[in-house]
């Protein structure tokens, strides 16, 4: 089955700093990607859809200059945290669909992202 | 507003019975809903769909069923066994909006042997 790969699993930086997290498509190629953001308890929450070699599209209340996105090739595209502050520590998910436009997505394992 | 919701928060169930969950969404233009399971510092694992043009989807020890009308669907998880203890997650998308799913609050299963 398709599976997504999510780099690194886990990763604590300090305040002002930024933060890259990776995810890839090993055996499919995704032209669209989407990251999701869990806080504790909660639900998973939409951040963006990216998108092969074009802009990202951002949910409402999403700042694009604090979680850039890239989607360099089909099998790749990373969300980098910007200026990291405590408030972004949560659990970031990206996912991307392994066949055709309504089948299933498929998820990462998450990256748990702690801000000190 | 949440356009999807899982009003139960917990459900607990003895092994080898029935477990029911669980799913109300307000949009009517949703077209494709999905049950996720997820464990915990974990990425939610598909584990079954279906179309709106459906009323029910059956796949092993899951059936999922749609009633539009209603604007609800439950999954329906027979015999539960221990290892489906985890948190359960509906969601829904809409072709026209790009098939971006929105997830339901979750509901934590557990499953006592």
């Known amino acids: 089955g398709a599976v997504v790969s999510q780099h690194p699993s886990w990763v604590i930086c300090k305040s002002g700093t930024s933060v890259k997290i990776e995810c890839r498509s090993l055996?499919?190629?995704?032209?669209?990607m989407f990251w999701y953001r869990q806080f504790p308890k909660q639900s998973l929450m939409l951040m963006a859809t990216?998108?092969?070699?074009?802009?990202?599209?951002?949910e409402q209340g999403v700042e694009k200059d604090k979680f850039l996105i890239n989607h360099a090739s089909l099998t790749l595209s990373t969300l980098t945290v910007t200026s990291a502050h405590p408030e972004d520590s949560s659990f970031y998910i990206c996912?991307?669909?392994?066949?055709?436009?309504?089948?299933?997505?498929?998820f990462g394992n998450g990256t748990r992202l702690t801000v000190t | 507003d949440q356009q999807v919701k899982q009003n139960s928060p917990s459900l607990s169930v003895q092994e080898g019975r029935i477990s029911i969950l669980n799913c109300d969404y307000t949009?009517?233009?949703?077209?494709?809903f999905l049950w996720y399971k997820k464990y915990p510092a974990e990425g939610p694992t598909f584990l079954i769909s279906i179309s709106s043009i459906k009323d029910k989807n059956e796949d092993g020890r899951f059936t999922v069923f749609l009633n539009k009308s209603a604007k609800h669907l439950s999954l329906h998880i027979v015999p539960s066994q221990p290892g489906d203890s985890a948190v359960y997650f509906c969601a829904a998308s809409e072709e026209a909006a790009g098939n971006k799913l929105t997830f339901g609050g979750g509901t934590r299963v557990l499953v006592k042997p």
């Open positions: 996912s991307a669909r392994g066949g055709g436009f309504n089948s299933p997505l498929h």
């Open positions: 055996d499919f190629q995704a032209t669209t």
């Open positions: 990216s998108n092969e070699g074009s802009k990202a599209t951002y």
């Open positions: 949009n009517s233009m949703f077209d494709y």
